[in-house]
């Protein structure tokens, strides 16, 4: 398929009349979709992604993936991607959330399924694409025995993505600072986890815990307990790196101050005290338990 074809195909999505009525179904994605693939990542997000991604992406190397399609939609385009939900499976005891991971010694590796990119083109938004992806997501998931989470990464400012984990009981459980560099700008991100199989966090204080619709009260996507706790923990964040601001500064005057009793009293400067720097704003994003 040619470049003026796949542009062809993304003008018809954004032309679909509202008079429309899809029908949606899901398939695998194919090496054959390896174009409208790569275009609807340009379109859908600020991120550049490899070739290589693709490419795995469409020959199952180590990536699944579900691709949606309208079989409504007429000749070829019938069976073109209009969404889609890529995931990898990775071990837990190698993901950036093992210690959000309560694991026995005795078990065997647990897995985590990590959620790489998810979409959907905009005239088919709002009709349930993505939580029903994200649904897919989670069956497959639960249908590994050694899985213990769902997790991913959301860019801060992406309200609607935001909302859309909360609603399908994803937890926030992380802030990474400065994790996304776009346009040579900096973004934080938040990080969600859904617990399956019996995984939990090793620290959570909702543990166990019952609400009156008989949710599990750290899944229930209308806990306001769950959604209080997440704020208190925010706010700890946003306090700790208040401080660690405070004391980088800090630091900094005492390098100065020992740079300045460093120098001879006749002008000369002596080697200045060798003191190795800290990075103080975290290396390692701060966390919350949940």
């Not at 190397?61 to 399609?69: E, F, L, P, R, Y």
């Not at 399924?113 to 083109?121: D, E, K, N, R």
């Not at 459980?173 to 995984?199: A, E, H, P, T």
Request: charged share 20%; net charge positive.
């Amino acid at each position: 398929m040619n470049s003026l074809l796949v542009t062809k195909v993304c003008e018809s999505m954004a032309e679909l009349k509202s008079s429309h009525h899809p029908i949606i179904t899901f398939r695998p994605i194919r090496p054959s979709d390896l174009e409208v693939l790569e275009q609807l990542h340009r379109d859908l997000f600020p991120i550049r992604y490899e070739p290589e991604f693709f490419h795995n992406v469409v020959n199952g190397n180590d990536i699944v993936s579900w691709g949606v399609v309208d079989r409504s939609r007429p000749n070829y385009l019938g069976d073109q991607l209009i969404g889609f939900v890529t995931v990898k499976i990775v071990l837990a005891k190698e993901s950036e959330i093992s210690d959000l991971i309560r694991c026995d010694s005795s078990s065997v590796d647990r897995t985590l399924v990590y959620i790489l990119t998810l979409g959907v083109v905009g005239s088919y938004r709002k009709l349930g694409i993505a939580s029903a992806l994200i649904k897919e997501v989670i069956k497959y998931a639960s249908s590994i025995p050694t899985c213990r989470a769902v997790y991913l990464h959301v860019i801060s400012y992406n309200a609607p993505a935001i909302h859309l984990y909360r609603k399908m009981s994803f937890m926030c459980v992380r802030c990474l600072y400065g994790f996304y560099l776009i346009s040579g700008q900096q973004y934080d991100s938040y990080l969600f986890v859904y617990y399956v199989n019996g995984g939990k966090s090793p620290c959570s204080p909702l543990e166990g815990g019952k609400n009156h619709s008989g949710w599990s009260t750290h899944q229930s996507p209308y806990s306001y307990r769950t959604s209080a706790w997440e704020l208190v923990m925010l706010m700890f964040t946003y306090l700790r790196s208040a401080a660690k601001t405070v004391t980088a500064r800090l630091w900094r005057n005492e390098e100065k101050k020992a740079w300045k009793s460093s120098k001879c009293k006749d002008g000369r400067c002596l080697m200045p005290l060798m003191q190795s720097k800290r990075n103080i704003t975290s290396e390692d994003a701060d966390y919350q338990c949940v």
